[in-house]
């Protein structure tokens, strides 16, 4: 199975940062990569597929990017609408595998 | 207007059964890839099974947590996608999700707790 190492776990952010979460799969996965975002009740929110295309609604800020097996998500100058858990996907090859989350908290 | 509805969900013993149901529209359902991911009170996200459409032999795959004891179907004349699940344990106590793709159109989610 691959798997999808998430970090950091929890963050804290200002509205003048640029905040990356990263994940690391344990093999190539050839951008098979969604990154998610979920707010309290709510079902997760696609923000970005193939590693680095924008999902359709999704504001600019947000961006994906790659690194070998590393992949990121940046949000730039980010709201506080941006609060959440944020979760990275592989569906490269079954079974498919999320990351464990990572909690961001805009102050 | 995408719309995934799923029901079915409820409080059973272990070693019950439930089938979880998921009504959908506004897309062609006979053309779609089903999922169903599930979210543990711990929040963590487990992709749980899928079936691929009639042109890929309905083909079905499923997490190793759940093989053998969960069944994914689907009926097309009736846009609905459904989880068979048998021999339930109190770790597959979550909120399950059906999703179109694990794209951008996911249900709201039904609760399932198992629990003597």
């Known amino acids: 199975d691959i798997q999808m190492t998430q970090s950091p776990a929890s963050l804290s952010a200002s509205l003048e940062e640029i905040v990356t979460i990263t994940c690391k799969a344990s093999q190539g996965i050839d951008d098979y990569l969604s990154w998610y975002q979920q707010k309290p009740g709510k079902s997760p929110q696609l923000l970005i597929y193939?590693?680095?295309s924008l999902a359709d609604g999704v504001p600019s800020r947000f961006s994906g990017s790659r690194s070998g097996t590393q992949y990121s998500l940046k949000i730039s100058r980010p709201q506080v609408d941006d609060s959440g858990i944020y979760y990275c996907l592989q569906s490269y090859s079954t079974p498919y595998t999320f990351g464990a989350g990572t909690k961001l908290e805009l102050k | 207007e995408v719309q995934l509805v799923e029901t079915g969900g409820g409080l059973v013993q272990p070693g019950k059964s439930l089938k979880l149901t998921c009504a959908t529209s506004?897309?062609?359902?006979?053309?779609?890839?089903m999922h169903w991911v599930r979210q543990s009170p711990e929040k963590q996200l487990e992709w749980v099974a899928q079936i691929k459409a009639k042109s890929n032999n309905y083909a079905t795959y499923y997490a190793e947590s759940v093989k053998g004891r969960f069944t994914i179907s689907r009926d097309d004349s009736k846009s609905s996608v459904y989880l068979q699940m048998n021999s339930l344990k109190e770790e597959d106590t979550a909120i399950y999700y059906c999703?179109?793709?694990?794209?951008?159109?996911w249900g709201q989610g039904v609760m399932v707790t198992v629990s003597s």
């Open positions: 193939d590693a680095t």
């Open positions: 506004g897309f062609t359902f006979s053309n779609a890839w």
């Open positions: 999703t179109w793709g694990l794209g951008a159109y």
